[in-house]
Nanobody, 127 residues
């Protein structure tokens, strides 16, 4: 699976951004997807995840109510709509594809549940 993120940029606090992640190389509707982020000097952290069908979603407490994950299986793309952005949301954002049925065994918030990762897209929120 190849994953390519886009949509990052520099915005002000309170603004919105929509990240996209285009997938190729494997039947997109076969696996769940997730977004993680890594700020300078910090470990990579879970942001949001969505099941293969889109019927289930999970969010980190820090983004709940502000971010929305969605997917379009016809376009092999997963999205992360980010509203009310804060300076602490500044990070490189990575999308990731679930390993074989890993959500059920490992949990969608665990990076070990993901087999493939994109190269990341920078999001910078100024105050």
């Amino acid at each position: 699976v190849q994953l390519v993120e886009s949509g990052g940029g520099l915005v002000q606090a309170g603004d919105s951004l929509r990240l996209s992640c285009a997938a190729s190389g494997r039947a997109f509707s076969d696996y769940g997807m997730g977004w993680f982020r890594q700020a300078p000097g910090k470990e990579r952290e879970f942001v949001a995840a969505i099941s293969w069908s889109g019927g289930s979603t999970w969010y980190a407490d820090s983004v709940k109510g502000r971010f929305t994950i969605s997917r379009d299986n016809a376009k092999n793309t997963v999205f992360l709509q980010m509203n009310s952005l804060k300076p602490e949301d500044t990070a490189v954002y990575y999308c990731a594809a679930e390993g074989f049925h890993s959500f059920s065994s490992t949990g969608s918030e665990d990076a070990r549940a993901y087999m493939h990762w994109g190269q990341g897209t920078q999001v910078t929120v100024s105050s």
